[in-house]
């Protein structure tokens, strides 16, 4: 068998369309070796397919039906899984969105090799790869090193790395069709609540204005919601925040989060 | 109807009991371990489960001599039993290790829910969820902050980038707590006693793999990125001031 080579970022595409981090797993991959081919899925997803052709990658696989909208944590494992047997990547780039933290080690296990998830640094030294993450519950770090000719998987944190700006050229797109199981329609998303906020979202927003439990009571963020607005940023809380159900658990900043 | 409920439980350090010496990187821990808060969370949900609907709610942990703290604990909250997979070193496995452990265990039982939180207090890696699940082969959801389930279907509701998401889930099904899901219940000093009543088995695995080619390094201490400004004891017109001009200072408005 050939060995492994160059890199597969694993994308995603939402409601607003193409995840903005995943143009960050671009800029992780830029750090390793070889070529960087690009996954996406979903249902009608050639808008974004089109704008990650243009970010700097050399293929773009993209995997579109109409029962991957909201795609369950099984299904996402299926396509991933079948991505990374077409392209025998050594390296898989995924991301920390409600989804990945569920498709990510699920495909690990699947394919019987290990994950090192929530990475913000990496670096390669002498074809083994270097991974920081948090340790310790975020007091301290660790350096992780991955060697060997198993596939290695790796989940990047949000905004750890630079977004991957568009590109005059853009590489080409690949259409596949993978077969589902039934295990992977099992959990349906039967709606989705669309957020009622001023419509930064927190992982693309170049300002956070963030609050935690000093602000005493629930309605005291109306004042962090008001600075947000006017300062064109988005609204963050601390875990504690979040947990008191005082602001939703994705609007949650910080190590923990 | 009722449930064959298992609860994953890790026990880690108490997290507001633990030191970390800048200078040396060694970290001190002054409170006893605890059962890691999102597995508290999922543990307070399958009791709650077990007391509406009735069932049997089975708790396991992987780890040392010390884990059977945790599960006693478990146990006076209101499980039934519990199961001890003996691991002496913790750190010297990694998560996929220990979620064939923990597949092992549940592969011999009858179970319709599998709770578990959705990641460590310490190694925050949360792999070990989705990992039991998918050699399980039963669907799996995480982020949970609110459940029902009403005959064989779990209704789910969670956070996600795009806003509030309602999820249905046939059983079997292993579900993962948001630490926001509940409060759980203290200890009571009745729950104790039946405790010691209660099963308590102790497993030990023959041989446990770990996953070639991933090393670990030694934790170390990050670099500081830069302190805070604290307004204290100032009107609020004039911390506005000093706040905007803060900003303004370093280019951010």
């Known amino acids: 068998m050939a060995a492994r080579t160059g890199t597969l970022i694993v994308g995603e595409v939402g409601a607003g369309g193409l995840r903005p981090a995943s143009l960050e797993l671009i800029t992780a991959a830029q750090t390793l070796e070889g070529a960087i081919s690009a996954l996406l899925f979903g249902a009608e997803i050639d808008a974004a397919a089109t704008t990650i052709a243009a970010a700097g990658v050399d293929r773009v696989l993209i995997v579109d039906h109409r029962d991957l909208a909201y795609p369950s944590a099984e299904a996402a494992t299926s396509v991933i899984a079948h991505a990374i047997a077409r392209l025998e990547p050594a390296v898989v780039l995924m991301m920390n969105t409600t989804l990945a933290t569920e498709y990510a080690p699920s495909l690990a296990a699947r394919l019987g090799v290990g994950l090192v998830s929530d990475v913000f640094a990496l670096r390669t030294e002498s074809g083994t790869i270097v991974a920081t993450r948090s340790a310790v519950g975020g007091r301290l770090q660790t350096d992780v090193t991955l060697r060997g000719d198993e596939v290695r998987l790796i989940g990047i944190r949000a905004g750890a790395f630079e977004k991957a700006a568009q590109q005059t050229s853009a590489s080409p797109i690949e259409s596949h069709s993978v077969e589902m199981s039934e295990l992977d329609r099992r959990v349906r998303v039967t709606s989705v609540a669309a957020k009622q906020s001023s419509g930064v979202g927190l992982e693309s927003a170049e300002i956070v204005v963030a609050g935690g439990r000093g602000l005493k009571e629930k309605a005291s963020f109306v004042l962090v919601e008001q600075l947000a607005a006017a300062l064109g940023g988005a609204v963050g809380a601390t875990r504690a925040v979040t947990d008191l159900g005082w602001r939703p658990h994705d609007e949650q900043i910080g190590q923990t989060g | 109807m009722p449930y064959s409920i298992v609860a994953l439980i890790k026990q880690a350090p108490d997290m507001n009991a633990l030191r970390v010496d800048r200078a040396t990187g060694q970290v001190q821990l002054t409170g006893q371990p605890v059962i890691s808060s999102y597995d508290a969370c999922a543990l307070e949900a399958a009791i709650q489960i077990k007391e509406a609907h009735g069932g049997e709610l089975t708790v396991i942990s992987a780890g040392p001599a010390s884990v059977k703290d945790a599960l006693q604990r478990a146990l006076g909250m209101g499980a039934d039993r519990a199961i001890h997979v003996r691991i002496d070193d913790l750190s010297s496995i990694d998560s996929l290790a220990v979620a064939r452990l923990l597949a092992d265990q549940i592969a011999s039982m009858p179970v319709d829910l599998i709770l578990t939180g959705q990641a460590s207090d310490d190694g925050s890696s949360g792999q070990v969820g989705p990992q039991v699940a998918e050699l399980l ?117």
């Open chain 2, 137 to 253: 082969g039963v669907p799996r959801v995480g982020s949970i902050s609110a459940l029902t389930i009403e005959g064989a279907v779990v209704a789910i509701e969670r956070d996600s980038e795009d806003g509030r998401q309602t999820l249905h889930v046939q059983i079997p099904v292993l579900l993962m707590a948001q630490s926001g899901l509940n409060e759980p219940r203290y200890l009571s000093l009745k729950g104790m006693m039946a405790a010691k009543k209660k099963p308590l088995d102790v497993v030990k695995p023959a041989t446990v793999e770990r996953s070639a080619g991933i090393s670990w390094g030694a934790p170390y201490v990050p670099a500081r990125t830069g302190g805070g400004v604290m307004l204290h004891d100032v009107p609020a017109s004039e911390a506005a001031t000093q706040l905007v001009d803060w900003l303004k200072q370093r280019k951010l408005i």
